[in-house]
Nanobody
Framework: QVQLAESGGGLVQPGGSLRLSCAAS????????MGWYRQAPEKQRELVAT???????NYADSVKGRFTISRDNAKNTVYLQMNSLKPEDTAVYYC?????????WGQGTQVTVSS
């Protein structure tokens, strides 16, 4: 079994910053790409950013230049630094990891951008 534990969500004003963390534990031998997805109310879950074990990153166009994904392979942890947050960034953010051939998801953390 693989567990993904997210932290760092919360309420922030427009223009503010938040940092999300996701630590993988359990049977994580062969962990590959990790990433973040988000789902706003009444919308489909969408990709935010991904990062391979080698450090190659991919971002949704809507967050390029504002969000930065990184990972610490020694800690099996992925981070999402979110700057210049906008109200449209409000969503539940889910951590994702590929372990061998299986996809795993975290329980989600709420990010609310509002004044």
């Amino acid at each position: 079994q693989v567990q993904l534990a997210e932290s760092g969500g919360g309420l922030v004003q427009p223009g503010g910053s938040l940092r999300l963390s996701c630590a993988a534990s359990g049977s994580i031998f062969g962990i590959g790409a990790m990433g973040w997805y988000r789902q706003a109310p009444e919308k489909q879950r969408e990709l935010v950013a991904t990062i391979t074990s080698g450090g190659t990153t991919n971002y949704a166009d809507s967050v390029k230049g504002r969000f930065t994904i990184s990972r610490d392979n020694a800690k099996n942890t992925v981070y999402l630094q979110m700057n210049s947050l906008k109200p449209e960034d409000t969503a539940v953010y889910y951590c994702h990891a590929n372990v061998r051939i299986w996809p795993y998801w975290g329980q989600g953390t709420q990010v609310t951008v509002s004044s």
